[in-house]
């Protein structure tokens, strides 16, 4: 028996975040779904070695063809989505839910004199406000124990009610802070009705007008010295925060909507697709498209929007993450196709931008960058692609051989300041990165000068077994061989400062060339025209991802001796923790031009007052 199964993904591919994972067969029917706090340490459980899995699990994964998975916020939005799938696509291997009962709901009875917060499943109660639905009923309960502390109104029965009426004693909840006890008189019922209607405004949305009021006036008890009511509201704030983290991802009953997350860079753009029908996600769509043409985000929604009605009848309303310019003549193509197809009501093109839906969107959109991610992870370990890309480069670049080791450079700099240069290196198409290396570059005029000093660096050994490249104190390093191509992140100007390096270091055999961002162009030395590569090709994706590599690296390097120069500056000076030389940083940009501020220019810095800035000033100026 084989150790484990063909579609297994590779442990990195898959995200650590919480989500929900879909076993399915070749026929696509779901399988089993089940929901994780990170993805990645309960899929690998099911990948272990056959012979090691419970019979029925071992069942399971091998009647399946295939496992995807959806990331979202929390685990208890997993949850929530495992149960709705679960009851959605009954999936064999799962345990079988028999209850046909309807979802619970919040409910405050505002019609009545003494209102009361409860939970039920009963939708007609005269005067009452509902909020839900929610999938767990002790979720939503979870959810009032921590609200009561925040807005202590009544939760009691009507038998508790009267017998506290009755007795002149209030139930445990007003004993404990949980109730204003209307029932005893220790408040009227009109500020406890003043009570429920924060309540229900709160849970309506209205959570960060309560936050600011509730922040504001822990402050001010603060400072009044009056420290048991700051502390009293620091609770309800807690309590609130709480309560909040508890939000669901399931929408109220009656909307249908659908809801798109898109994720692009210069090659390619992932796309994901939730479909909400009823309130719950029903659902769920991916795919990854090559582009051809150099679009901006505006332009993808329009062309994927008309991509995925093609076949399908589009909702009224259509989360999207950027509007297009177009979006009133697609919202008229879009409502027309809904016609067409018997469904009468104008579609509407509308970006989330507070709310559930908004928090939805957002986890949509988590969705859609994963999927990419996994998209070129996928590509790049491809042997056949990348084999392929490296032959097409050959053939692009006119080189006798296939370039077999790749050396890319990057400059990084912030305003001429804190120069450094990356090198990275890839061998088969595949990072090498214990060869990696680091450049610290002095002052220099522009990036071609950078270039020019990096290059000729690296290249002072190259034909020797090691070569001394990387921090200024760093020891003699070991290359294992000359590369067969040099790469630059730049056009023209760039390669020709690596041109006049490999000549002044009499190197020959080596190709360059460099890729301009803008158009993904590719430039060799003496070449009035670029080398313009497929977009959708191998090549140009190799290009691009051992660019965007050099570049990280190069970045990295250059926040890390940033860091570095302005806290060995800074750390002495009282007053100043890490969080201050970070807003230093941050609108200065650098020591130097920090130095070269007053101490007025200093107070603008957020945190810093005018005694500390003198200090600042008198400290850089000494």
């Not at 939005?77 to 079988?96: G, H, R, S």
């Not at 860079?265 to 043409?293: P, S, Y």
């Not at 430039?523 to 090709?537: G, H, Q």
Request: aromatic share 8%; proline share 5%.
């Amino acid at each position: 028996m084989a150790d484990t199964v063909p579609y297994r993904p590779k442990p990195g591919d898959i995200p650590t975040r919480p989500g929900v994972y879909r076993f399915s067969d070749a026929s696509g029917r779901v399988l089993y779904v089940g929901k994780a706090n990170s993805l990645r340490a309960r899929l690998s459980n099911y990948f272990a070695p056959l012979r090691t899995l419970h019979e029925r699990t071992r069942r399971m994964v091998l009647a399946a063809d295939a496992v995807e998975w959806t990331v979202v916020g929390s685990e208890f939005e997993a949850l929530q989505l495992e149960y709705t799938w679960i009851k959605e696509f009954d999936p064999p291997f799962n345990v079988k839910f028999r209850d046909d009962k309807t979802y619970p709901y919040l409910a405050i009875t505002l019609g009545d004199p003494v209102p009361r917060v409860f939970i039920t499943r009963n939708r007609k109660i005269p005067g009452a406000r509902y909020f839900g639905p929610y999938t767990k009923v002790w979720a939503i309960r979870e959810t009032v124990d921590q609200m009561l502390k925040a807005f202590p109104m009544r939760s009691c029965t009507e038998s508790t009610y009267k017998r506290a009426e009755q007795t002149g004693r209030p139930c445990l909840l007003g004993d404990i802070g949980k109730c204003v006890a209307p029932c005893v008189g220790r408040v009227t019922n009109e500020e406890h009705k003043s009570v429920a209607l924060d309540f229900a405004s709160f849970m309506g949305g209205n959570d960060s007008r309560y936050l600011a009021e509730l922040t504001t006036r822990m402050k001010r008890a603060a400072a009044e010295q009056d420290y048991e009511s700051a502390a009293r509201i620091r609770d309800q704030l807690g309590a609130l925060e709480a309560a909040l983290s508890k939000s669901t991802i399931v929408l109220h009953d009656d909307i249908d909507v659908d809801i798109f997350g898109i994720a692009h860079d210069e090659l390619a753009a992932a796309v994901q697709q939730f479909m909400v029908r009823g309130g719950r996600i029903r659902g769920v769509r991916g795919w990854v498209v090559d582009k051809e043409l150099d679009l901006d985000l505006g332009a993808l929604v329009d062309t994927v929007l008309q991509k995925a009605y093609e076949d399908a009848v589009p909702p009224r309303e259509i989360l999207i993450p950027e509007l297009p310019d177009d979006s009133a003549a697609l919202e008229l193509l879009l409502t027309g196709i809904r016609a067409h197809r018997g469904d009468t009501g104008r579609v509407t093109l509308r970006s989330a931008q507070r709310g559930d839906k908004a928090a939805l969107a957002l986890t949509v959109a988590t969705n859609a960058h994963n999927a990419l991610v996994l998209y070129k992870s996928k590509r790049s370990g491809d042997f056949v692609a990348r084999s392929q890309a490296l032959a097409d480069i050959q053939e692009a670049l006119g080189m006798p051989d296939a370039p077999l080791r790749m050396e890319c450079f990057d400059v990084s700099h912030l305003s001429g300041t804190n120069i450094v240069a990356s090198m990275v290196v890839f061998e088969d198409g595949l990072p090498k990165k214990d060869q990696y290396r680091r450049f610290s570059i002095p002052e220099s005029t522009d990036d071609t000068q950078s270039i020019y000093q990096t290059l000729s660096r690296r290249l002072a050994n190259v034909d020797q077994e090691t070569t001394r490249a990387g921090d200024d104190d760093q020891a003699v390093k070991k290359f294992a061989y000359r590369p067969n191509l040099l790469i630059v992140d730049g056009g023209q100007p760039q390669v020709a400062a690596a041109a006049k390096a490999m000549a002044d270091a009499g190197v020959t055999g080596i190709q360059l060339c460099g890729i301009a961002k803008r158009l993904e162009e590719i430039w060799l030395p003496d070449s009035d025209y670029p080398v313009i590569l497929p977009r959708n090709s191998d090549a140009l994706f190799l290009f691009q991802r051992i660019r965007d590599e050099a570049h990280r690296f190069a970045i990295s390097y250059q926040r890390q001796r940033r860091s570095k120069d302005i806290s060995t500056v800074l750390d002495g000076i009282p007053g100043l923790g890490p969080s201050r030389i970070r807003e230093l940083l941050r609108h200065f940009g650098s020591v130097k031009q920090l130095r070269a501020a007053d101490a007025e220019a200093i107070t603008e810095v957020k945190g810093i007052g005018p005694a500390l800035a003198e200090v600042i000033h008198r400290t850089l100026r000494a």
